[in-house]
């Protein structure tokens, strides 16, 4: 056992001090984590602000002036004035505005009167998300002048209906605050698989795990080895990206950090153990980087919930989430930022990143052997 525990301490020395030496693992712990999380936490967005519209007005009075002053007040549009319905017509199909807001002749008499007084809106519909989005600010927009314009005149609501909302856990409705936890669980993904995996195909093609298997050491302590200096790496490089997320992107958190940190490590022990079975599969650096972006980032990506909502995927693709380790993670994240420490949520999550963990942690138990074939 104290020849074991010798065996091991050597080998855990050598591993910090090739990391000191070369900064790549450095470089994919912490450089790599920070650039894509700047990258993707600026350049994601599922908000629509500065829209460009086209306001087209028929008739100018103190009505239709009223309501332009509500557009060009709200911070979702950027309006512009063609002259007329041609006009703004060819700019949409140029894409130079995303759509029209169409203020016919009639639109003031017909308020004026009581009568049904419509608003026409053409919106752009090539990306559907952002359509629906801009319906809906302007559906709100409008019932915001509408209540405001009745009271000036001392009429109620055309609708005796008073819809009160409150948005719990993300008051702003800011997509930023839901995206930016999300995307530390698929990035510490991608990073936890490369840096076993990268190191493990390095050394194989610079012949130190030849010199390793003709040693008196087993394949438990090489393991072993790998594994604890990258899990502190990955766990350094947790830390600046939750630092990052708070200071940089302004995203609240409201969890405890006890809880952060195990179900941190029981994710990147996950991670950690996919980028030993790559290691398993490929002795070639360039072959187990893209085995790791194939098998663990873009999975995490696209079936984590991350961006695309799980319960809206056909059930044969909700089945293959089960298996994506950033599913459970980001359900957590999501969690301890917007919400809190939520038992319910974070205790059935953090046992499944255990039993994933323990899963390919033995899968890469079993797929190492002490031989060069």
């Known amino acids: 056992m104290n020849a074991s525990l010798i065996r091991l301490g050597g080998l855990l020395r050598k591993e910090f001090l090739q990391i000191l030496r070369d900064p790549s693992a450095l470089a994919i712990a912490f450089l790599l984590p920070a650039v894509l999380l700047f990258i993707f936490g600026y350049g ?53 505005i995303d759509g029209i807001i169409w203020l016919r002749s009639d639109f003031a008499r017909r308020a004026l009167s009581g009568r049904t007084a419509s608003i026409g809106v053409i919106l752009n519909g090539t990306d559907a998300n952002s359509a629906r989005l801009v319906e809906g600010y302007l559906q709100q927009t409008w019932a915001t002048w509408l209540a405001a314009w009745g009271a000036r005149r001392g009429q109620p609501s055309p609708v005796p209906v008073l819809v009160q909302s409150r948005v719990r856990f993300n008051p702003a409705v800011s997509s930023r605050d839901n995206l930016v936890p999300g995307l530390i669980a698929v990035i510490m993904t991608l990073t936890g698989a490369l840096l076993t995996a990268l190191v493990m195909a390095r050394e194989w093609e610079r012949g130190t795990l030849e010199a390793l298997m003709v040693t008196r050491v087993t394949i438990r302590e090489i393991l072993i080895a790998k594994l604890v200096p990258y899990f502190v790496l990955g766990m350094g490089g947790m830390a600046a990206s939750v630092v990052m997320a708070v200071t940089l992107f302004h995203v609240p958190f409201r ?25 398993s599969l490929a002795r ?55 919400a809190g420490d939520i038992r319910a949520v974070i205790l059935p999550n953090a046992v499944a990143l255990a039993v994933m963990a323990a899963i390919f942690l033995g899968v890469a138990r079993l797929s190492a052997r002490k031989r060069l074939d």
């Open 255 to 279: 969890g405890t950090i006890p809880v952060l940190v195990v179900t941190s490590a029981l994710f990147l022990l996950a991670s950690l153990g996919m980028g030993l079975v790559i290691s």
């Open 44 to 96: 994601v967005t599922l908000d629509a602000h500065d829209v460009p519209l086209a306001l087209v007005i028929d008739h100018a009075d103190a009505t239709t002036a009223s309501v332009a002053g509500a557009l060009a007040h709200s911070p979702y549009f950027r309006i512009s004035r063609p002259p007329d319905i041609e006009a703004a017509e060819t700019a949409l199909t140029d894409h130079r």
């Open 284 to 338: 070639n650096q360039f072959v187990a980087g893209q085995i790791a972006i194939i098998t663990t980032f873009l999975p995490a990506f696209i079936l984590s919930g991350f961006i695309f909502d799980i319960d809206s995927m056909p059930a044969a693709i909700r089945v293959v989430t089960h298996v994506v380790a950033a599913r459970y993670f980001v359900s957590i994240l999501q969690t301890e930022f917007l």
